[in-house]
C-alpha cells in the first residue's frame, strides 16, 4: 500500500506553559488507511494533528506527503496539500444550507459576480452521491441533527480535495445510533482511497473503526499496532505507562461520617445536552476521593453542579445529610463546601483585582471582615498578610496585583482563599495544571494536610499519577458515567486505563458504594 | 383623536420618504457593519461630518455633486480610519464612537465658526441644492404615482442603494463571507476568508453612506449647516438596522416608517391636538418594543428547549 | 508598595496625561491653521476658568457650578460602568429628576430645608428606577444597554409630559425649595457641596463596603463574581439604580439650585454625555471624576468667556479639545502599545548594560 504521509521525528516545545508536547513523534500512513491515535490528556494528540494542519509550526522534523518533503505554515497549506480537518466543535453557519456552507469561500460564479445557486447544489449532490454521503444540500443547518451536520464538515474538507482527512474526537458530540453511521460513513471513504486519521481517548472507538493505532503519551509515541495484533489490555496500559513510580502513602486517618452523597444525578452542558448522564458516589471526612478520566467526559459539569454553578437536572445532592439541590452558590459556601477551580484566571481570580480583593471573596460579608456593611480594611489586610505568609506566596503585599504572579503563586491565593475556615468539603479541580513541580508538591501537601485536619475532599484530575498517589477512593468517569470505583490499592493501573477508556474490567475489583 | 387621520394624504408619505433617507442610508450603514459582526455606534458622528464636509467642499468646488463625491470619498476614509484602529491597535469600538460622535458635534460647528464668522448656521448664495427628479413625467399632483415622483435624487440613488445591498449580500460570493462573519467568525476563518479585509471594506462603505446621508441634510433638501443638524438621525438609523433585522427590505421598512412618524409629528399641529413630542417619538417606542420582542423570543426559545428536555426525563422515569 | 505595581500606576495615569497633552496639541493645531495664537488662546482659557477676583466676581466659583451637574453625570456613569453596564442614558434620568424638583417644588408645599431634601429624594428615586429599568431590559432581555439606555434617554427629553401631570413650566420653585447659594453671581452654592459630597460616598461605597465591592468584582470579572457566591444580577441593578439616582439628582440641582424653574425644550444635551466623557477620562474613579470634571467645566467655561468675548475663537474649540482627549483615550491600547514597546526596550537595554 501506498505511503501517503510520513512523519519523522516531529518535535514541538511550547515556551508558555515549558511543555514538550510532542518528542520525536514518528507517524505513517498509508492511502486508504483508518489510524486512531489514542492517548490520555497531555499524549500531544492535538499537537500533532494541529502540526499537520498548519495551526502549530513544529521546531524540527519533517512532514513528508506522497514522497515530498513540506512546509505547512497555514491551514491554507495545509489544504492545498490535500489534507483537511474535520474539528470537534462545528464551524457551520446556523442560518445557511448545507450547499452553502461546503462552498463558502469558494463560492462558483457566473456572470463574473453572482453566485451560481444551481450549479452549486449540483456540485454538492455529485460530492455527496460519488462519497456515499447522503445529504439534501439545500436543508438549512440548523435543523439539522448533530451527526448530519458533522456529516457537512466532512463534505467542506472533501469538497476542497482532502485525501487525508483528520478528525479530532468525532464522537464526543454522537448519539449511539450516529456512531455506527459514521462507522460506516469512514469505511466508506477508505474504501473510496480516502485516508483517515483520528483522535480519541475511546478505546471500544478504536477497535472498532481503526486498521491501525497508535498510542502516545506525554509526547512521545508509545508504539504502533496494527488493530488485528493488539487488544484493549493492552492498549490501555501502553495509554498510561507502565514504569510509572507511584508514591501513594498510607491515610493516617480513620474514615470520618459522610459528607457528601451524589445520588445518580444528571447535568446538562451549555447546549442543553447531558454531560452527566448519571453519577453516584460519595464523600467522607478525612478522605480524597479522586475523579479520574479524561478531561471531557463530564468532570467540569460534575463539579461546577455539585457547586452550584449549575442546574442538577435529575438525582439528589446531598450534603451532611440535607439535600442541596436548590441551594445556591453562596449558600453551599456558607455550608461548608469550597471550590478550587480549574481555570484560576477567569473562574478563581479576578485579574484586574489585587490580592485583597481576590481573599475576601467568599468572606466579604462576614462578622470577621465588615461591619454594618463597611469592609474592614485593616482586617482584609491582616489576612492578606497571614496568606501571603503562610503559603509562602513570593514577592506579594495585599494591595499588590494579582495579574504579575507566577502561575504557582495564582494558585497559592485561590488556596489561601479557598482552604480558610477549615471547609468541610473542598471540591479541588486540576488544582496542580500548568504549576511547577515545587508548586504541585506544596498542593499536595497543603491538601493532604487539610485531609488530616478533617476535611473531605474530592479531587478531580486528568494527571493519573496525582490521582493514585492522593486519593483513598477513585472514580473513573467515562462518557458522563461512573465506569468504576475503585481502591487504587486493589487495582493495576491498566485496569484504571481500562475504566477510562471506557473498557470493563473484573467486577470483583469495582467497590460498590450502597 | 379621529381628526388625526385627517393628516393622512400622499404629502405625508411624501414627506415621510423624504425625512426618512438619511435614516435609511445610516441604517443600510449600521446593518451591513452588523451583519459583518461590527456594532457601529459612530453613525451619527459620521453622518455629521458629512453634512458639513458636504456643504462646505460644495462651496469650496463650486459644484455640488463634485462637493459630495468627495464628501463620501472622505467618509469612507474615516471609516478606513476606524477600521484600521479597530483591527490593528485592537481600540474599544464603542469608545471611539462615542468619542468620535462628541468630537463630531464640536468641530464641525468650530470650522463653520472659524470659516465663516461667528454665526449660529450657515449657507451661500452660491450653493445649488441638488434636484428634485420627475421621473415619471406625470403632470397631475394626485395619484399613486406622485407619491414616488419628484423627489430629490439622494432619495432616488438611496432606493438605488437599496437594492444593490440586496443583491450583494444575497446573490454574491462577498455578501455571503460578509454575512457568515456575523454569524459565525469562526466558521468563515476557518475556509481562509480573510475577516480583517473584509471588514475594513465594510467600514469604508459604511462610512460612505452615513457622509452621503449627511450630505443628503446639508445640500440636498435645503442648502444649511447648523449645530447638530444630524439631530439623533444617526441613533435612528441604529435603530432602523436592528428594527429591519439587517434586512435591506426590512431597513427600508423601517426607516420609512420612521420618517412618516417624523413627518406625521410635524402635521399633526396643524389637524388636532394630538401631542407632536408624542408622535414623533413612536419610532423610539417601537424600538424598545421590537427589542423586548427580540429579547423574549430569545428566552422563550431556551426555556422551551429545556422544558421539552424536562419532560422527556419525566417520561422516561415514569415509564 | 511592590515595583510592578507602581509601574502600572504609572503607566494607567500616564494614559489621561498623555490623551490632555494630545488634545491640546491638536487643539493648538487648529488654533494655529486659524491664523490665532495657541499660547494665548490657551492662558485665556485657564484665566478665566479659574481666577477669582472678589467673593462677587469670581469666575472660579463659576466653575464650579458648571461642575456640579459634571460631577455627578460622570459618578452616574462611574458607578454603572463599575457595574459592568455601559450606561449612557445619564440625560434622560437628569432630566426626570428635573421635572421631579420642578414638580414637587411647586405644587407642594413643605419647610424649608424639609422641602429641598424631599425633592433631592423624590429625584434620586424617580431617576433610579428609570436607570434600574434599563438594568433589567438588559439582564432580563439581554437587551444592549448603550441602544436601550440612548433610546430610553431620547423618549424622556421629547416626552410631553405637561399632558399627563402639570409642569409648572416658567413658574419658579417656591423659595422653601431652593438651594442655599454662597456667592451671589454665581450660582455656587448647596449644589456643589452636594456632588462633592457624592464624590467621596461612591468612593466609599465602591471600595470601602461590602454592596459595593460586589458591584466592582461583577463588573470586573463576572463568571469569578459567580463563582464566588455574589449574586451579580442584584448587583448590577443595584448598581443602575445608583447610577440613575445620581443622575436625576443632577437634573434636581439644576433646577433647585440654578434654574429655579423648567423650561419647555428645558435642553440638557451637553450635560449629559459632558459626564460620559468626565467619567472615561477620570479613569471610572471617582476622584478622576472629581478632577477631570473641575477641569472640563473650567475649559468649558473659559472657552465661553475666553476664547469668545477676548479672541474671537468659537467656543466649540472647547468642546473640541475633549473630544480630542477622549479620542486618544479611547485609543488607549494605542498607545499601550506603543509605550510597552518603548518600555521592553528600556529593559532590555538595562539588563545588557
Known sequence: MKKILEVKNLSKYFETTNVKANSDVNLTLSRGEIHAIIGENGAGKTTLMNMLYGLVSPDSGTIIINDNEVQITHPNDAIKLGIGMVHQ????????????????????????????KNLEIQNIKNLSESMGLEIQPESLIKNLSVGMQQRVEILKVLYRNAEILIFDEPTAVLTPQEVKELLNVLKNLSEKGKTILFITHKLGEVMQLADTVTVMRLGKVVGTRSINNTNTKELASMMVGRDIEFSRKLNPNETGEEILDVKNIMVLNEVGVPAVKGVSFKVNKNQIV??????GNGQTE???????????EFGELIFEGKNINKSNVGKRRDLGISHIPEDRIQTGLNMQANIEDNLILSQYSSDQFSRFGILLKSEMQKFSREVIQKFSVASASPGGGVSMLSGGNMQKVVLGRELFGNPKL????QPTRGLDVGSIEFVHETLLSYRDAGSGILLVSVELEEIINLSDIVVVMFDGLVSGIVNPDNVSIEEIGLLMAGEKINPENLIKQG | MLDVLDAFNIDLIRAGIRLGTPILLAALAGALCNRAGILNLALEGKMLMGAFLGIYLTYVVGNTYLGIILAILLGGLVGGIFALFYLKYEVNLILLALAFNLLALEITVYFMRTLFGNVGSWTDASIQRLPEINLFNTSSSDGFLNIFNNHNLIVYISWVIVVISYIILFKTPIGRHVRSIGENQEAAETLGINVAKVQVIVLIVAGMLCALAGAFLSVGHMTMFTRNISNGRGWRGVAAAIFGFQHPIGVFLASLFFGTADALSLRIQSVSDYPPSLVKLIPQFSTIFALTIVGLRAKFIVNFAKAKFRRSLNNQNNS | MGNQNRKRLIRQFTIPLLAIICGLLLAAVLLLLADKSPSAAIQSIFRDAFSCSSFNNCNLFTT???????????LSAVVAFRSGIFSIGQEGQMMLGAITAAYLGYWVSLPDNVHSIVIAIGAIIV????????????????????????????????????????????????NSAKFLVFAPGSKFGTGFVIAVSAVVLVYIYLWKSGKGYEQRMSGEAPRFAFFGGIKSEKAALRGMFISGGLAGLAGAIEVMGVHYRINQGFNLMNLGFDGLSVAILGLVHPIGVF??????????????????FELGIPRELGG?????????????????KLFDINLKELFRKKKNA
Open chain 3, 127 to 174: 431617576g433610579g428606577i428609570y436607570g434600574w429599568f434599563a438594568g433589567w431590559l438588559k439582564i432580563r432581555l439581554g437587551i444592549n444597554e448603550i441602544i436601550s439606555t440612548i433610546i430610553l434617554s431620547e423618549i424622556i427629553i421629547n416626552f410631553p409630559f405637561q399632558n399627563f401631570i402639570k409642569i409648572p413650566f416658567f413658574a419658579r420653585i417656591e
Open chain 1, 290 to 295: 479522586g475523579i479520574a478520566g479524561v478531561s
Open chain 3, 64 to 74: 464650579f457650578s458648571l461642575a456640579t451637574p459634571l460631577l455627578l453625570t460622570g
Open chain 1, 302 to 312: 460534575l463539579v461546577e453542579a455539585i457547586v452550584g454553578m449549575k442546574n442538577i
Open chain 3, 320 to 336: 473640541t479639545i475633549i473630544g480630542f482627549m477622549i479620542l486618544f483615550v479611547a485609543a488607549e491600547k494605542l498607545f499601550q
Open chain 3, 291 to 308: 478632577i477631570v470634571g473641575i477641569f472640563l467645566a473650567g475649559i468649558r467655561m473659559g472657552a465661553q468667556l475666553g476664547l469668545q
Open chain 1, 89 to 116: 466543535h462545528f464551524k457551520l453557519v446556523p442560518s445557511y444550507s448545507v450547499a452553502e456552507n461546503i462552498s463558502l469561500g469558494m463560492e462558483p460564479v457566473k456572470n463574473k459576480f453572482f453566485i451560481d
Open chain 1, 426 to 429: 473542598i471540591i479541588a479541580n
